[in-house]
């Protein structure tokens, strides 16, 4: 596991989300250094330096959780607080779900908590692109009317063929997709979907980039892309209803440990997820905060930094030792 840490005291594991790398966070090391926290940022299996396994079970969520828990040992330490954004939303809220032995608090950003269990998750994400249950992605005999996202992912090599001839171009689409300032207006085909047979960045925007992004920003995060493929990142994908099998053991549990969630008003996710957002006083009774940025997009901690690590510090001062 590659990682970059800074500062000493109380252990935070950040961990970043689809298609990022340790880099989403460079804003909240040294704010988290500078206020007494040992601040440490993986790259998640499969990307950036880290290991790259070829199997795509390699990758299912309890593989990810037991790297966590190795990265905490692996430090000298017995405990963390863990925090995610988007993807590494979902694996800290598993982290914390499956060991709260280890992870004593948990911070969600952009996605969420939702219990596991409920309807097997390759079904859900073929109804909403269109097709019928138990359509297997890709299987469909004729064409959808659009693709979800995910479904569209589930097949390897589909999107890599998409992404991999121009990764930066298509990595500075999606971010401006997904970001408040530069997401397509309301009414416009939804970047989320494909149409039929067409591809994701049909739909992104072009020659812009969101205010947070700038040039040698994209060059880090595209660098790593461009060295490495996005096979590794698109497996997460390809593991959910093996982690929806993995993890039946938790089937609507709660969250009990300490919680914190930060949302952006325009993200989808929370559009998705609201009933999720609703059901916190049953799924994180743990819950300390709650919070919503005004005109804020999906990459909440780079688009919003300051009052992202604020919240963030607050929080944190708030737990118990």
């Not at 905490?72 to 330490?77: C, D, H, I, Q």
């Not at 032995?101 to 969600?108: E, K």
């Not at 390897?156 to 997401?183: C, H, K, N, Q």
């Not at 591809?199 to 040039?215: K, M, N, Q």
């Amino acid at each position: 596991m590659h990682l970059v840490e800074q500062g000493s005291g109380p252990l935070v594991l950040l961990l970043h989300g689809f298609p990022e790398s340790w880099y989403a966070w460079r804003h909240q090391l040294a704010a988290l250094a500078s206020a007494g926290y040992r601040a440490v940022a993986i790259d998640v299996r499969g990307y950036g330096r880290s290991s790259r396994p070829e199997a795509v079970e390699a990758y299912r969520m309890l593989d990810l959780v037991a790297d966590n828990v190795a990265v905490v040992e692996g430090l000298g330490e017995r405990s963390a607080v863990v925090v995610g954004h988007d993807w590494g939303a979902t694996i800290a809220a598993m982290s914390a779900l499956t060991r709260p032995d280890v992870f004593r608090a948990v911070g969600l950003l952009g996605v969420p908590y939702t219990p596991p269990g409920g309807p097997r998750p390759s079904e859900v994400f073929a109804r909403m692109g269109g097709a019928g249950a138990g359509d297997e992605p890709g299987a469909h005999p004729h064409p959808r009317p659009e693709e979800f996202y995910v479904s569209y992912f589930q097949q390897p090599g589909r999107a890599e063929a998409e992404i991999e001839p121009d990764v930066r171009g298509w990595l500075a689409g999606f971010y401006a997709a997904l970001s408040a300032g530069t997401m397509p207006a309301p009414g416009a085909p939804d970047p989320h979907f494909t149409g039929a047979g067409g591809t994701l960045r049909e739909r992104f925007p072009v020659g812009v980039l969101p205010s947070w992004l700038g040039e040698g920003d994209l060059d880090v995060l595209a660098g790593e892309f461009e060295r490495t493929g996005m096979t590794g990142a698109l497996n997460r994908y390809r593991n959910m209803d093996r982690d929806w099998a993995d993890l039946a053991e938790w089937a609507g549990r709660p969250i009990t440990r300490p919680s914190l969630f930060i949302g952006g008003e325009r993200d989808a996710s929370l559009a998705w997820l609201a009933d999720a957002v609703k059901a916190y006083p049953e799924t994180l009774p743990g819950l300390l905060g709650s919070h919503i940025l005004d005109g804020c997009g999906h990459f909440v901690q780079q688009e919003r930094p300051e009052e992202t690590n604020r919240i963030l510090l607050d929080w944190l001062a708030s737990l118990p030792a």
